[in-house]
């Protein structure tokens, strides 16, 4: 009879079996499983931190840009402004920049700018705030690492109206630096100058800045660091002139943050681990009775591991991501408690559901993607509880292989949806304008190309308001942006949907009107449109009133091509604005010639200028008693080129609207002193000065350098003013015709007789004679009215103790009038024709009476 084993023997040599084979493969596997796990979870933790790295970098490279694109706009609104133009080129007008706050301290506490510079073309700063104060600051030693490189990007960018931005060191510190050439931005009532000069805006990244700008990006610490970092995040800038500058932060470490929280307890549990292998192959050998023991202390072995694991999940679910797991065929099986929280839905409602009801690809099938088990993210959109669509990145891969197929998928789910829109918002900025939400030039030539390339009829409105700079001035520019927007939509309510309202800066406008072409039906659009711009704009309980001039050019009839018509549209509007204003125009070829004769003639008188075209002529001066000779006035002519000699009438209200009155100005009166100097000591040059040179140049020092020069004694010169040159600025023409007196010169009210108030001027201001005007001069001998104002004007000369000189006296009849009324001194045809200076010489050689 067989003898049945002992129960004992045979648990103990099960034991040993145990402990020699079985008890090592399952200790291997479980030290394999750990490793396994552990690389997983550094894996894991790893691609987390890039992420976040990667992340922070686009951030930060999108902080610095769109700081850097929110200075350009501001410098583009700033440097194309014709006011700008007009008070900055040339002499700085100080108190429209700094006084009246257009590019004062202002800029300082409202847009942070430390520093804004008016630079000439010889780099030289001209105009300087610092800090909101006004400063003497030299640009090229306060800024450095390219301040050359940024002007001559600034100069090459004004061809496409814009604006050069580059990184300087301000005093040592970094800062972001925007400079334009300053131009008229498209108005045409500003006269192009010879000079040019840029604008600068200095914003300074301090540290204070930085810490701020991070805060509102996730960049912690955001700072310039003393020295080159290696090895930890930053940003490599550049300066203008290439030297590298460095942005640094504290980047997040979500994974790094994961592995600390994580190892330790996977440390413990492979401890755990450890003590009680080594305690089963001890004690296994030994006694089978210890087997239960062995079995309980597996159990808790298998506790300890499983707690670890809720750890690992609560750790996994304190992340910004929703993690889910699918079956083969991507019904969701597990979804983390981030789900509920950033869907709105509770997880169970959706577990055994397919993914794909869920989420939805936004390229491609989701389905197909993820069996493909292709590396990166897919882009998903879903409906959250609250039904708003929401935009998510998608990251998945397979959970483990058998008989080639995948037995599951998990993944996580990030939602994007924010930063999704802040691009969004961006390239809606980049298109639009920021004040009133319209279209900008560059969405507005999209939108002319792709209408003209169909075809398609339509109107070009350009829209200026009158009367606005007003408001600006007087009560500030947050009641001019309050009208611009209330322009803007009722500009948008008298348009149609396949219509187009846009601003171009300032308070121009455009609107592009499809398939409205007839003349008559935009005549009645514009009507209506001006009436209801017309309408009050309401300020603080302030009633603000403002009107429009519009422009119009027509496509296909005017023009096919975009820049075109819209310069078309401004030559209209030009000229509506020259017609009274409050009205509007249609485009016609004869605007655009007329305009293209003026900036022709502009350029040729510029050219005259610096080629010595222009020539003097003198017409003497008589006492009427005795024909005896007293001075000449000199009178310029221009010896044009192609279009021969041409008289003052043709070229000096010009030179007034360009600026080129000034240079014109100057050299008559230098031209004028030289010859004078050769005539006899008793004749006298007269000089006329035209209101704009005397209000805005410096004719006292003019008038000085020239006597200077020529070394012509003052009391041989005499300047000859309008009544206007008093009705601009009457205390500072006071002023500057007592300084002028002073020299010892003479001073004549020219064309007397034609002011409203010239006899309150003769009282008040230091004038040493008058001339009657020949308007009263041509009809003296058949009117007995101009005949008397003439006897009353000489009678309140003599009464005043100033001398009296009549103008265009042309026939004997007239000159025997004046002398019988006491009339002292006269001009004209009759006694002598303005002559050139080598002609008066002779006339004074042979005689100085008239016989």
């Given at each position: 009879?067989?003898?049945?084993?002992?129960?004992?023997?045979?648990?103990?040599?099960?034991?040993?079996?145990?402990?020699?084979?079985?008890?090592?493969?399952?200790?291997?596997?479980?030290?394999?499983?750990?490793?396994?796990?552990?690389?997983?979870?550094?894996?894991?933790?790893?691609?987390?931190?890039?992420?976040?790295?990667?992340?922070?970098?686009?951030?930060?490279?999108?902080?610095?840009?769109?700081?850097?694109?929110?200075?350009?706009?501001?410098?583009?609104?700033?440097?194309?402004?014709?006011?700008?133009?007009?008070?900055?080129?040339?002499?700085?007008?100080?108190?429209?920049?700094?006084?009246?706050?257009?590019?004062?301290?202002?800029?300082?506490?409202?847009?942070?700018?430390?520093?804004?510079?008016?630079?000439?073309?010889?780099?030289?700063?001209?105009?300087?705030?610092?800090?909101?104060?006004?400063?003497?600051?030299?640009?090229?030693?306060?800024?450095?690492?390219?301040?050359?490189?940024?002007?001559?990007?600034?100069?090459?960018?004004?061809?496409?109206?814009?604006?050069?931005?580059?990184?300087?060191?301000?005093?040592?510190?970094?800062?972001?630096?925007?400079?334009?050439?300053?131009?008229?931005?498209?108005d045409p009532s500003v006269s192009l100058r010879e000079e040019s000069a840029l604008l600068l805006f200095v914003d300074r990244l301090t540290p204070a800045k930085l810490r701020a700008l991070g805060e509102s990006y996730a960049l912690d610490n955001l700072h310039v660091p003393p020295e080159p970092l290696r090895g930890q995040t930053r940003l490599q800038l550049q300066l203008a002139n290439g030297n590298p500058l460095e942005l640094a932060w504290r980047a997040p470490e979500p994974g790094t943050l994961l592995l600390r929280q994580v190892l330790p307890w996977m440390a413990v549990a492979a401890g755990v681990l450890a003590l009680l292998s080594w305690a089963v192959l001890r004690n296994a050998i030994r006694s089978t009775r210890q087997m239960d023991a062995s079995y309980r202390q597996l159990q808790r072995s298998?506790?300890?591991?499983?707690?670890?694991?809720?750890?690992?999940?609560?750790?996994?679910?304190?992340?910004?991501?929703?993690?889910?797991?699918?079956?083969?065929?991507?019904?969701?099986?597990?979804?983390?408690?981030?789900?509920?929280?950033?869907?709105?839905?509770?997880?169970?409602?959706?577990?055994?559901?397919?993914?794909?009801?869920?989420?939805?690809?936004?390229?491609?099938?989701?389905?197909?993607?993820?069996?493909?088990?292709?590396?990166?993210?897919?882009?998903?959109?879903?409906?959250?509880?609250?039904?708003?669509?929401?935009?998510?990145?998608?990251?998945?891969?397979?959970?483990?292989?058998?008989?080639?197929?995948?037995?599951?998928?998990?993944?996580?789910?990030?939602?994007?949806?924010?930063?999704?829109?802040?691009?969004?918002?961006?390239?809606?900025?980049?298109?639009?304008?920021?004040?009133?939400?319209?279209?900008?030039?560059?969405?507005?030539?999209?939108?002319?190309?792709?209408?003209?390339?169909?075809?398609?009829?339509?109107?070009?409105?350009?829209?200026?308001?009158?009367?606005?700079?007003?408001?600006?001035?007087?009560?500030?520019?947050?009641?001019?942006?309050?009208?611009?927007?209330?322009?803007?939509?009722?500009?948008?309510?008298?348009?149609?949907?396949?219509?187009?309202?846009?601003?171009?800066?300032?308070?121009?406008?455009?609107?592009?009107?499809?398939?409205?072409?007839?003349?008559?039906?935009?005549?009645?659009?514009?009507?209506?449109?001006?009436?209801?711009?017309?309408?009050?704009?309401?300020?603080?309980?302030?009633?603000?009133?403002?009107?429009?001039?519009?422009?119009?050019?027509?496509?296909?009839?005017?023009?096919?091509?975009?820049?075109?018509?819209?310069?078309?549209?401004?030559?209209?509007?030009?000229?509506?604005?020259?017609?009274?204003?409050?009205?509007?125009?249609?485009?016609?070829?004869?605007?655009?010639?007329?305009?293209?004769?003026?900036?022709?003639?502009?350029?040729?008188?510029?050219?005259?200028?610096?080629?010595?075209?222009?020539?003097?002529?003198?017409?003497?001066?008589?006492?009427?008693?005795?024909?005896?000779?007293?001075?000449?006035?000199?009178?310029?002519?221009?010896?044009?080129?192609?279009?021969?000699?041409?008289?003052?009438?043709?070229?000096?209200?010009?030179?007034?609207?360009?600026?080129?009155?000034?240079?014109?100005?100057?050299?008559?009166?230098?031209?004028?002193?030289?010859?004078?100097?050769?005539?006899?000591?008793?004749?006298?040059?007269?000089?006329?000065?035209?209101?704009?040179?005397?209000?805005?140049?410096?004719?006292?020092?003019?008038?000085?350098?020239?006597?200077?020069?020529?070394?012509?004694?003052?009391?041989?010169?005499?300047?000859?003013?309008?009544?206007?040159?008093?009705?601009?600025?009457?205390?500072?023409?006071?002023?500057?015709?007592?300084?002028?007196?002073?020299?010892?010169?003479?001073?004549?009210?020219?064309?007397?007789?034609?002011?409203?108030?010239?006899?309150?001027?003769?009282?008040?201001?230091?004038?040493?004679?008058?001339?009657?005007?020949?308007?009263?001069?041509?009809?003296?001998?058949?009117?007995?009215?101009?005949?008397?104002?003439?006897?009353?004007?000489?009678?309140?000369?003599?009464?005043?103790?100033?001398?009296?000189?009549?103008?265009?006296?042309?026939?004997?009849?007239?000159?025997?009038?004046?002398?019988?009324?006491?009339?002292?001194?006269?001009?004209?045809?009759?006694?002598?024709?303005?002559?050139?200076?080598?002609?008066?010489?002779?006339?004074?050689?042979?005689?100085?009476?008239?016989?």
């Amino acid at each position: 009879m067989p003898v049945e084993p002992h129960p004992v023997t045979s648990a103990s040599r099960l034991s040993r079996q145990f402990t020699r084979r079985t008890l090592p493969a399952i200790v291997a596997l479980l030290v394999v499983a750990s490793l396994l796990a552990l690389l997983s979870l550094v894996k894991i933790a790893r691609e987390l931190d890039a992420q976040a790295l990667q992340q922070s970098e686009f951030f930060a490279a999108k902080a610095i840009e769109n700081r850097r694109e929110a200075l350009a706009r501001s410098i583009v609104d700033y440097a194309f402004w014709g006011d700008a133009y007009r008070h900055l080129v040339g002499d700085i007008d100080l108190d429209w920049a700094y006084q009246r706050q257009n590019l004062g301290s202002t800029l300082y506490p409202d847009f942070g700018y430390e520093a804004v510079l008016v630079i000439d073309d010889a780099q030289r700063t001209r105009y300087a705030v610092v800090e909101g104060e006004l400063a003497q600051t030299d640009a090229r030693l306060w800024l450095q690492g390219g301040l050359t490189q940024l002007l001559e990007q600034a100069q090459s960018a004004s061809e496409d109206d814009q604006g050069a931005v580059a990184l300087l060191l301000a005093d040592g510190e970094p800062a972001m630096v925007a400079a334009a050439l300053i131009s008229p931005g498209g108005d045409p009532s500003v006269s192009l100058r010879e000079e040019s000069a840029l604008l600068l805006f200095v914003d300074r990244l301090t540290p204070a800045k930085l810490r701020a700008l991070g805060e509102s990006y996730a960049l912690d610490n955001l700072h310039v660091p003393p020295e080159p970092l290696r090895g930890q995040t930053r940003l490599q800038l550049q300066l203008a002139n290439g030297n590298p500058l460095e942005l640094a932060w504290r980047a997040p470490e979500p994974g790094t943050l994961l592995l600390r929280q994580v190892l330790p307890w996977m440390a413990v549990a492979a401890g755990v681990l450890a003590l009680l292998s080594w305690a089963v192959l001890r004690n296994a050998i030994r006694s089978t009775r210890q087997m239960d023991a062995s079995y309980r202390q597996l159990q808790r072995s298998r506790e300890a591991l499983q707690a670890s694991e809720v750890r690992f999940r609560d750790i996994a679910e304190a992340a910004s991501d929703w993690l889910w797991e699918t079956d083969e065929q991507l019904r969701l099986s597990y979804l983390s408690g981030r789900f509920e929280s950033v869907t709105g839905y509770p997880a169970h409602n959706w577990l055994g559901r397919p993914l794909s009801e869920l989420l939805a690809g936004s390229e491609q099938s989701l389905e197909n993607w993820i069996k493909a088990a292709r590396p990166g993210e897919l882009r998903c959109t879903y409906r959250a509880s609250d039904q708003h669509l929401r935009i998510c990145r998608l990251v998945s891969r397979p959970v483990s292989r058998r008989a080639g197929g995948a037995c599951g998928y998990r993944g996580t789910v990030s939602d994007i949806t924010e930063e999704v829109e802040a691009h969004r918002r961006i390239q809606h900025l980049s298109q639009h304008d920021s004040l009133t939400n319209l279209p900008n030039r560059s969405q507005l030539c999209a939108f002319l190309d792709e209408r003209l390339a169909s075809r398609q009829p339509l109107a070009v409105l350009s829209l200026d308001l009158d009367r606005f700079k007003p408001v600006n001035d007087t009560l500030g520019h947050a009641a001019g942006d309050l009208v611009l927007r209330e322009v803007a939509q009722r500009l948008c309510a008298r348009t149609r949907d396949e219509d187009l309202v846009a601003r171009l800066g300032g308070d121009e406008f455009i609107l592009i009107l499809c398939g409205l072409t007839a003349q008559e039906g935009l005549e009645r659009f514009c009507a209506r449109l001006l009436e209801e711009l017309a309408e009050p704009y309401y300020y603080l309980e302030q009633e603000i009133f403002v009107a429009a001039s519009i422009g119009i050019a027509l496509a296909p009839q005017d023009s096919q091509d975009t820049q075109e018509l819209l310069r078309f549209s401004d030559i209209a509007l030009y000229q509506a604005k020259a017609d009274g204003r409050a009205t509007w125009r249609f485009y016609a070829a004869e605007m655009n010639r007329r305009l293209l004769q003026r900036r022709q003639l502009e350029l040729d008188l510029r050219q005259a200028l610096a080629e010595n075209q222009l020539r003097l002529h003198y017409q003497p001066r008589y006492r009427i008693e005795a024909r005896q000779l007293l001075g000449a006035e000199a009178l310029v002519r221009w010896q044009h080129p192609t279009r021969g000699l041409l008289l003052p009438e043709h070229f000096i209200a010009l030179a007034e609207e360009t600026g080129l009155i000034q240079p014109l100005g100057q050299w008559v009166l230098r031209e004028a002193c030289l010859e004078a100097r050769h005539w006899p000591d008793d004749l006298v040059v007269s000089v006329n000065v035209s209101p704009v040179q005397f209000s805005r140049g410096n004719l006292l020092q003019d008038v000085r350098d020239c006597l200077a020069e020529s070394g012509l004694p003052a009391a041989r010169l005499e300047l000859e003013l309008t009544e206007r040159v008093m009705l601009e600025d009457a205390d500072g023409a006071w002023t500057t015709l007592n300084e002028l007196k002073a020299l010892g010169l003479r001073l004549t009210m020219d064309d007397f007789g034609t002011g409203y108030s010239s006899l309150s001027y003769l009282r008040r201001y230091p004038f040493d004679g008058i001339k009657i005007d020949r308007s009263f001069i041509d009809k003296m001998t058949q009117s007995s009215g101009d005949r008397s104002i003439i006897q009353a004007i000489v009678g309140l000369a003599q009464a005043l103790g100033l001398s009296v000189t009549a103008e265009g006296v042309e026939d004997d009849q007239q000159l025997a009038m004046l002398e019988l009324d006491h009339c002292a001194e006269a001009q004209g045809f009759l006694l002598a024709r303005p002559q050139p200076a080598e002609a008066l010489r002779e006339l004074m050689e042979g005689s100085s009476s008239l016989s």
